[in-house]
């Protein structure tokens, strides 16, 4: 699995992590989805997200059964503490929470989900206090804007280790100023829902597209359009899948290396739109 810098954090990430937002959370879709993220481990695909808000808690519990037996130096845990839990105290209080569920020791990555009502030197006052305490490795933010970003970045001892932000080929916003503002400072961005839950390809022209260079590669239109999220050195992409066939074919997205023609069909496709204020979900 290709693997790059995680910001200045000094370790190596792979391209392709996973999400597990709404990952199902009984029965057999659930055993299947823990199958399918331990599959997507094997394969280099460390990288787990998660949060506190997923299923309450419940997707965090079900990842730490996932990953029992697992040795903790296999995997590369990130999980957000609510906006509204991230006072200082509040901040402390969930890290501790979402370490028991995750039964994982020490979080890798811990992020503030989004901007939120608490001062944000007090969550990042806390998110020092973590590291210092070595209960979180890296910190980082998510739906931070740039300016939002450089200010919590200027909070901190630690450095900002990343800006999780939507990024998809009908979601290309953060390619006007985001991007190029975190690659001035070595912060990753982390794409989340790369898919666009499924809607990328809604727009029929592009999918002709994807379609005809996913043929060219002997790959498929998943594959190339995380191929072209990804295609920035300090991009990784985290799409979610529950099955272990998706996972498998996410994984071997990143072997693929898109060509500056391809980039530029793809570009033409799928149009940035207008500058604008970052979309969320
Ligand atoms: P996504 O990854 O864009 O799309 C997930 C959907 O794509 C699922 O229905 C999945 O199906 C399907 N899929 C996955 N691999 C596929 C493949 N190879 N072929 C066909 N379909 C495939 O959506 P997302 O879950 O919103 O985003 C990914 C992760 O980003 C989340 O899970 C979460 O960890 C994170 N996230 C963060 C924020 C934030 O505010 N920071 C917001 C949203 C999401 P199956 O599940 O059936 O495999």
Known sequence: MKKRAFGTTGVELPTIGQGTWDMPESGPRSREAQRA???????GMTHIDTAEMYGSGRVEQLIGEA??????????????????????????????????????????????????PHAIDETMRAFDELVAQGKVRFVGVSNF????????????????????????????????????????REIAIVAYTPFGRGRFLRSGAG???????AREHDATVHQVALAFLTREAHVFAIPKAASVEHVEEN???????????DVAAIDAAFPRGVAGPLATL
């Open 145 to 184: 804007e740039p300016d939002e970003m450089l200010e919590a970045a200027a909070h901190l001892r630690a450095p900002l280790a990343c800006n999780q932000v939507l990024y998809n080929l009908n979601e290309r916003g953060i390619e006007h100023r985001l991007v190029s503002a975190a690659r001035e």
């Open 207 to 213: 999918r002709g597209v994807l379609e005809r260079i």
């Open 37 to 43: 993220l331990r599959r997507g481990i094997e394969l």
């Open 251 to 261: 994984a071997a997205a990143a072997a693929l290396a898109l060509d500056a023609e």
């Open 67 to 116: 990953l029992r037996g697992i040795p903790r130096d296999r995997y590369f845990i990130a999980t957000k503490v609510l906006p509204t839990n991230a006072s200082y105290r509040g901040t402390l209080a969930a890290a501790e929470r979402s370490i028991a569920r995750l039964g994982c020791e020490y979080l890798d990555l811990f992020l503030l989900h989004w901007p939120g």
